[in-house]
């Protein structure tokens, strides 16, 4: 089992970006060397210039590359503070705190598992930190069944990226590309009992995911986003009520066992 | 070489910089971030006699330069503190206040008098003035009358350093700083956050479970900086400002006002060792203007 690594606050520099209506495909670079970050863990990123934007923006990471001490984050516009992020130039400097949070847990290499059926559910920008978990599940024997769901085609992303290391199946609202529905609505469910189940998107996508996973008697991780200002546990606002109470969801999450939670 | 140590009576500071209750966890949330040892002081986490649950969810609403919370004083309670979380942190070298709440003027008696076996505890921070509880909290700091209950009681039972951390939200705060004063308070902090109110438009609804809650950040420093000036001229107890400090010039600000050391408050959730960074900007600002001591700045103001 790995272990977290140190915080630290960090410069990165863009130097490459995708850029879609509603979202952006950001990479950085950093001189310094990257601690290790574990798939689910998140970062919180400064935003300069933006006077709406007192609070840094926590993003899970999408994918790193530590060899070349490269980090991909996924950004939703949804307010002040991701439009500005979302457009910045390139080359512009960006600081982060990292590494944040907890991490998914990885189960044993395939031959020594027996899992068969593992698969990753995201909803929206909850697709972000799936693609790094299904990077190092790949690297541990398995092919992963990534389910990924929007309102419409604009919304399901890195699509090509998903295929390098598993099976990708959509649902849209709108039936614009994939299984018309939602994620838990997908045929590819009701065909095969899953082994476990990861799971990040919109609170009540993951309701319904846990609600499913636990008719069905399946493990289950869900990654929660709620409201944070600090992200190290420091200033308790980011809380989820749990079987211990009120507990931070920067430090004793992101990544809940939906066993842990009230739900 | 400058000497940045400033005095609070019997309490040194090795320099003005302290950070402030409830942004600060137990100072371990930091300890990858800075050395605590480059600070004058922490003032650790609100604590109440009795293990509380705080707020519901959600307790955090951003707003311009800012942000409001609703935390509710969670927190173990005073036992669970004593036992699990002192021996992890009295070794740190710098001061350690403890930040004591209660819902009665008995809770804060027996949290004090707790507290006060803790030998590397050289402090506690009276907090008057939480605006996220339903009972106590702010409701002790708003009335001179139930102030000076609170601050006598608690005064006749502990005798180490008392700060006593006043509430912005009140008509005249020099009233309530006099009456801290009276009671034989050491020193004053202020301010706590100011009570406000965020809607989200277009779902019609409050965005803190609360309603209100405390809004701090660089958008209070204003009235903060009012405040510490008020308060440094109606009493002679020493006086610890806050409110929005980010960085050197606004720390500064704050000690010209009058405030003998500061605390740094939300800005620790941006930017994580930027109390050291504000310790050692006083350090050159005092070169700067030739000053010998950091203690040089109180009150320094030139309103001529």
Redesign the interface.
């Known amino acids: 089992m790995s272990s977290i690594a ?4 960090l410069d990165f520099i863009l130097y490459e970006k995708e850029e879609w209506p509603n979202s952006a495909l950001m990479k950085f670079k950093t001189t310094e060397s990257l601690p290790e970050i574990l798939p689910g863990q998140f970062v919180q990123v ?1 935003v300069e210039d933006s ?6 923006r926590p993003l899970s990471v999408n994918y790193i590359d530590r060899e070349n001490s490269c980090l991909w984050l996924l950004v939703q516009k949804v307010g002040p503070g991701t439009r500005k992020l979302a457009a910045l130039a390139l080359n512009s400097k960006v600081n982060m ?1 990292l590494p944040l949070g907890n991490f998914f847990s990885l189960p044993e290499p395939k031959k020594e598992s027996g899992l068969q059926n593992i698969v990753l559910i995201g909803g929206g920008i909850g697709t972000a930190p799936l693609l790094l978990l299904g990077k190092s599940l790949h690297e541990l024997g398995y092919l992963p069944h990534f389910l990924l769901g929007g309102r419409s085609a604009a919304d399901i992303l890195q699509v090509e990226q998903f295929r390098v290391y598993g099976k990708v199946f959509i649902t849209t609202q709108d039936g614009t590309l994939g299984e018309q529905g939602l994620v838990t609505e997908h045929s590819i469910l009701k065909e095969m009992q899953p082994d476990r189940i990861y799971c990040c998107g919109p609170k009540p996508m993951m309701q319904a995911v846990a609600s499913l996973a636990k008719k069905r008697n399946c493990w289950c991780e869900v990654s929660l986003e ?16 749990t079987d211990k ?2 507990v931070c969801t920067c430090t004793e999450g992101p990544v809940f066992n939906i066993n842990q939670l009230l739900w | 070489m400058v000497d940045l140590s400033v005095q609070l009576k019997a309490l040194r500071l090795k320099n003005p910089v302290m950070t402030a209750s409830g942004t600060f966890g137990y100072g371990e949330e930091y300890l990858d971030f800075m050395d605590l040892s480059r600070i004058g002081g922490i003032i650790v986490k609100g604590t109440t006699i009795r293990s509380r649950e705080g707020n519901d969810y959600p307790r955090m609403a951003e707003t311009a330069s800012g942000m409001l919370n609703a935390v509710g004083l969670q927190n173990k309670g005073v036992d669970y503190f004593v036992k699990n979380i002192y021996p992890r942190i009295c070794d740190f070298d710098t001061n350690v206040l403890v930040n004591v709440s209660g819902s009665t003027v008995e809770d804060y008696v027996q949290a004090a008098e707790i507290i006060q076996e803790l030998d590397k505890i050289p402090g506690i921070e009276l907090n008057v003035s939480c605006p996220n509880v339903k009972a106590g909290g702010m409701a002790f700091g708003v009335s001179a009358k139930a102030l000076c209950q609170v601050v006598k009681e608690v005064r006749a039972v502990y005798k180490k350093h008392l700060m006593l951390k006043l509430s912005p939200n009140v008509t005249d705060i020099t009233e309530l700083a006099k009456t801290a004063e009276d009671q034989g308070a050491d020193s004053l902090s202020l301010i706590n956050t100011l009570l406000g109110m965020s809607i989200d438009a277009e779902k019609q609804r409050p965005k803190l479970s609360t309603i209100t809650g405390g809004l701090s950040g660089p958008c209070v420093k204003p009235v903060a900086l009012r405040m510490v000036w008020q308060t440094y001229k109606a009493v002679k107890i020493p006086v610890v400002g806050m409110g929005g400090i980010s960085n050197t010039a606004d720390a500064i600000e704050f000690m010209l006002a009058g405030a003998s050391a500061i605390q740094v408050g939300t800005a620790n959730f941006i930017d994580p060792a930027v109390s050291v960074t504000i310790a050692e900007g006083i350090e050159d600002y005092c070169q700067r203007h030739g000053l010998k001591s950091a203690q040089e700045l109180t009150g320094a103001l030139k309103i001529d």
């Open positions: 140190n915080k630290q606050v400064k006077p709406q934007t007192y609070l840094r705190i709620n409201l944070m200002a600090c992200g190290f546990g420091a200033c308790l606002c980011c809380v989820e009520k109470g009120h």
